[in-house]
């Protein structure tokens, strides 16, 4: 069994308890069920943004922690102030050290937020929305084409976008008309191993009118050039920023380099 499938395995186990524990009913009571979201494909396509989903994580299975200490709202704050276009916020417990109230307490900015989890089941979208979420993650590495409709379908119907994450040429086939934004992953979530040339090569095969997104392994001002000059208008990064004592501050350092490269 690799890393995905524990992880998978772990989160079906974690999911049926939080159904137990929080039912649909409360979820749609809450304040944050009730927002209006912030959407990410037109922060995306702003040209007057980075463009940088900026990432607040602490640990991870591949790298163990990162960043044990940071603070969640000073963190996505310095983001947020410094040019994100929009957050990304892991609330996966087990396995990368996130929770449901790091994301509520991201909330404060207003900036799309995505909740960077492994979602399986319709309950996670309403789960999501409750907790201020304007986008969730789809990985397609863990499911199957129609399940990836189902749950795309589900999720735009309660006002949520998604964003459709794929590794390989495989996974092509998970791209549907409720996917518009798709990112993909440099790095294999079976193995972890990074191949920062993987976005580049699926990129054409894409459906033109496609929302494109490169996630992990992106650490130079240079790729993120590269990237844009093949049609990509969201960079995905987490690891670079968090693992500075200070992301806040290594965030505002990459985007001043980044609007100097540009000028």
């Given at each position: 069994?690799?890393?995905?499938?524990?992880?998978?395995?772990a989160k079906r186990i974690e999911v049926a308890g939080r159904k137990l524990q929080l039912p649909v009913s409360l979820l749609e009571?809450?304040?944050?069920?009730?927002?209006?979201?912030?959407?990410?494909?037109?922060?995306?396509?702003?040209?007057?943004?980075?463009?940088?989903?900026?990432?607040?994580?602490?640990?991870?299975?591949?790298?163990?922690?990162?960043?044990?200490?940071?603070?969640?709202?000073?963190?996505?704050?310095?983001?947020?102030?410094?040019?994100?276009?929009?957050?990304?916020?892991?609330?996966?417990?087990?396995?990368?050290?996130?929770?449901?109230?790091?994301?509520?307490?991201?909330?404060?900015?207003?900036?799309?937020?995505?909740?960077?989890?492994?979602?399986?089941?319709?309950?996670?979208?309403?789960?999501?929305?409750?907790?201020?979420?304007?986008?969730?993650?789809?990985?397609?590495?863990?499911?199957?084409?129609?399940?990836?409709?189902?749950?795309?379908?589900?999720?735009?119907?309660?006002?949520?976008?998604?964003?459709?994450?794929?590794?390989?040429?495989?996974?092509?086939?998970?791209?549907?008309?409720?996917?518009?934004?798709?990112?993909?992953?440099?790095?294999?979530?079976?193995?972890?191993?990074?191949?920062?040339?993987?976005?580049?090569?699926?990129?054409?095969?894409?459906?033109?009118?496609?929302?494109?997104?490169?996630?992990?392994?992106?650490?130079?001002?240079?790729?993120?050039?590269?990237?844009?000059?093949?049609?990509?208008?969201?960079?995905?990064?987490?690891?670079?920023?968090?693992?500075?004592?200070?992301?806040?501050?290594?965030?505002?350092?990459?985007?001043?380099?980044?609007?100097?490269?540009?000028?």
């Amino acid at each position: 069994m690799n890393i995905l499938d524990t992880i998978i395995a772990a989160k079906r186990i974690e999911v049926a308890g939080r159904k137990l524990q929080l039912p649909v009913s409360l979820l749609e009571k809450s304040a944050g069920f009730k927002r209006q979201k912030i959407s990410l494909e037109q922060f995306l396509l702003d040209d007057n943004r980075t463009g940088i989903i900026a990432e607040f994580k602490r640990r991870s299975p591949s790298k163990g922690i990162i960043n044990a200490n940071a603070d969640v709202v000073e963190v996505t704050r310095a983001y947020a102030e410094n040019g994100a276009s929009a957050l990304s916020v892991l609330t996966d417990e087990l396995f990368f050290g996130g929770s449901t109230a790091d994301l509520e307490a991201a909330r404060i900015n207003q900036i799309p937020i995505l909740r960077k989890d492994f979602i399986i089941d319709e309950y996670q979208l309403v789960e999501a929305k409750s907790m201020g979420a304007d986008v969730i993650l789809l990985i397609a590495a863990c499911l199957s084409p129609g399940e990836v409709k189902f749950l795309a379908r589900a999720a735009t119907d309660l006002g949520l976008e998604v964003l459709l994450e794929l590794h390989d040429n495989d996974e092509l086939g998970h791209v549907n008309e409720f996917t518009p934004i798709v990112g993909i992953n440099n790095r294999n979530l079976k193995t972890f191993t990074v191949d920062i040339d993987r976005s580049l090569s699926m990129a054409s095969l894409l459906p033109a009118n496609t929302v494109k997104v490169a996630e992990s392994g992106i650490d130079k001002v240079d790729n993120i050039k590269l990237f844009r000059e093949n049609g990509f208008r969201g960079f995905l990064m987490g690891e670079f920023f968090m693992k500075s004592p200070d992301p806040g501050e290594a965030f505002r350092h990459f985007v001043h380099q980044l609007k100097t490269a540009s000028l």
